[in-house]
Every structure is written in C-alpha cells, then in structure tokens.
C-alpha cells in the first residue's frame, strides 16, 4: 500500500527528445506528489511537484501529467539536453496537517541518460 | 544559506562494528529525515525526527536507531554492521514552521556513504 512503482528502470534518449517517466500507486490517502532530480555524488533535488486536484503541471520543459482514478502520473521532459542525464525519482506522500507531511515513499528511480 | 551537511561524506567499516552519522539541516529546518540509498531499491526511509521525537519510522531493523538534538542537528547509528548496509544514507531536512504552510519539500544533504567490508 506504501509503495511507489516507477518505469522504465532506464532510459536513453537522443538530445531534443522527449523522455517520459512513468510512477504508479496504490495508497489512495497520497495527496502530494513530487519529483526529484539527482546527479553522481549530490543529494536528490526537488524537481516538480503535483498535487491530485489538477490533471498537469507545467515547468518550464518539464510537465506532470496526473491521472487520479488510474493512480498514475509521468513525468515528461521536452526537449531533453544532455545536461538532463541524472536519475529521477517519483514520490509520494499525504498531508498530516497544514504544517507537516506524512513520510516521503520514494519510487525506485529511472537513470536517464541523453546522448547528443 | 547553507545546505544540509552530512559528516563524515565517506567512510569504511567492518562487519560487526557500529557508525555514527551526523546531519545539520538547513538553518531553521526542524524536521530531518534519513533515508538509505541503494541501487535497485532506491530511496528507503529509515526515520522522520521533529522538535527532538521520532515522528515516523520506517521498516528497518531496530539496530538502525537515530536522535535529534534541541538544534535540530541530528545523528543517526548502525549497530553490529552486515554487509548489506553498504549503502548512501541521506538526510533531509524541512520546514515545518509554526502557523505557516508547509511546502512539503525536502532538501537533502549529499550523504554518507557507507562501505561494510
């Protein structure tokens, strides 16, 4: 019930591509789901974040597609450059109050890697 | 404003011996959280500390333990090391603060990373 699936495991593509990482879940209590970037050698970054009464969200190249009654959202990455190369990680999690968050349950990661 | 610090950022250890590691979050950040970092698994929570108490806990195995300290620095210890605990451990901070909304953000420091010969 905890978890987050995430795919592809990896994924190449050619510079100016589109990459499209998908996450599913299972607790329907989630309300809050972000996506973190991390390069070799730092600590995930905070990259985007959805939450479920609002079916996409855009920043920039990157756009969440959230889809409520499948228990599915994606991250899609336009026009992917080589500095894109990093693993992504979904993740979930619920409000407990205005002012915390229940624990973030992070899906198992995809390495993208963009060749030019 | 400076990051969250984890020290020491590598180390080595043989089975069987204990480790502690250390967290500084961000400046005014009270909730700091731990996470193990292997490949394959990805990020597994270990725990959540808030104000000094544990907040929630993760599937570890009670020689996983952990502690805050009243400024907001926190520690986290492994006993009688296995193999398998070779790993990143990362920290993460958050701003949980009083009366305001609480983004849900966190920001991790660069990690431990722990070798178990």
């Known amino acids: 019930q905890q978890q987050v699936k995430q795919s592809p495991q990896s994924l190449i593509v050619q510079k100016g591509g589109i990459s499209i990482i998908n996450c599913a879940y299972e607790?329907?209590?989630?309300?809050?789901f972000p996506w973190y970037q991390q390069f070799p050698g730092k600590g995930p970054a905070l990259l985007i974040a959805i939450r479920p009464d609002v079916s996409e969200k855009k920043e920039g190249r990157f756009t969440i597609s959230f889809n409520k009654s499948a228990k599915q959202f994606s991250l899609h990455i336009m026009d992917s450059q080589p500095g894109d190369s990093a693993t992504y990680f979904c993740a979930a999690s619920r409000h407990l109050s205005k002012t915390s968050y229940d624990k973030v349950i992070f899906g198992p990661g995809t390495s993208l890697s963009v060749i030019p | 404003k400076a990051g969250v610090t984890q020290t020491p950022r590598y180390l080595i250890k043989t089975r069987g011996q204990q480790v502690t590691l250390s967290c500084s979050p961000i400046?005014?950040?009270?909730?700091v959280s731990w996470y193990q970092q292997t490949p394959g698994q990805g990020l597994q929570f270990l725990f959540e500390?808030?104000?000094?108490?544990?907040?929630n806990k993760g599937n570890f195995p009670g020689r996983f333990s952990g502690r805050q300290f009243s400024n907001s620095r926190s520690e986290m210890n492994v006993s009688t090391l296995e193999l398998g605990d070779s790993a990143l451990y990362l920290c993460a901070s958050s701003l949980v603060p009083a009366g305001t909304e609480n983004t849900g953000e966190l920001f991790f420091g660069e990690g431990s990373r722990l070798t178990v010969l």
């Open positions: 607790n329907t209590a989630f309300d809050y």
């Open positions: 400046s005014g950040h009270r909730s």
């Open positions: 500390y808030f104000s000094e108490t544990q907040r």
